[in-house]
């Protein structure tokens, strides 16, 4: 088990039983989500947490299917979504995931993810590889690296008492920049009314 990983497990009771953070914003994510899915889709949420998202669209795919490091993550996420046959949540990581071969889903999404991997770029093109050729990519990422204020410091801080994952300070071009040198094009940054600091886009992989 990462670090990452056995902090996600730690507090993963908590993260279930709190309310979503700006839930208008929240809804207009989903709302452009789904317009980009089709009922035939299947669809993979990387990072998919306590799976809120993944089962507020199951009614807009055929499949979907959850990734996630936290065990305890999925473990909630699967007790949620019992009732439902077409959601599937799977542990692990992007590296050790066998479900769905290369250039097999219709998109891919990674909300609240990109800002905590390491290998970014590694991993952009770990997601480009299993979109179809004309299929979607959806993003929601946190873009600290342009702010005055001394986030890297700060959550440092935080991490050596055990109250914040490593975060990874990115800038919000680079961070586009880092998408298209992935491969994706018709990359759109959407205004939903989140914070400042969060970077909603939708991108393709050329058909």
């Known amino acids: 088990m990462t670090a990452d990983a056995a902090f996600w497990d730690k507090i993963a009771d908590h993260y279930a039983s709190q309310p979503?953070?700006?839930?208008?914003?929240?809804?207009?994510?989903?709302?452009?989500?789904?317009?980009?899915?089709?009922?035939?889709?299947v669809v993979l949420n990387v990072g998919c947490g306590t799976g809120t998202l993944s089962l507020r669209l199951a009614g807009s795919g055929r499949e979907l299917h959850g990734l996630d490091i936290s065990s305890e993550m999925v473990r909630i996420a699967r007790d949620k979504a019992r009732e439902v046959d077409n959601v599937t949540f799977h542990h692990g990581t992007l590296d050790t995931f066998t479900a769905l071969g290369p250039a097999c889903v219709d998109g891919v999404m990674a909300y609240s993810l990109?800002?905590?991997?390491?290998?970014?770029?590694?991993?952009?093109?770990q997601l480009f590889s299993l979109v179809k050729p004309g299929g979607f990519f959806i993003s929601s990422t946190v873009?600290?690296?342009?702010?005055?204020?001394?986030?890297?410091?700060?959550?440092?801080?935080?991490?050596?008492?055990?109250?914040?994952?490593?975060?990874?300070?990115?800038?919000?071009?680079q961070f586009l920049d880092e998408v298209a040198a992935a491969g994706f094009v018709d990359i759109q940054t959407h205004d939903v009314g989140a914070k400042e600091t969060t970077v909603f886009i939708t991108a393709t992989r050329p058909a």
């Open 20 to 41: 979503v953070e700006r839930p208008d914003a929240f809804e207009r994510k989903i709302a452009i989500t789904k317009a980009r899915m089709t009922p035939q889709d």
């Open 143 to 173: 873009c600290l690296g342009d702010s005055w204020i001394p986030y890297s410091w700060l959550i440092g801080a935080m991490q050596l008492v055990g109250r914040a994952p490593r975060v990874e300070m990115v800038g919000r071009q």
């Open 114 to 125: 990109l800002h905590l991997v390491e290998d970014r770029e590694r991993t952009l093109k």
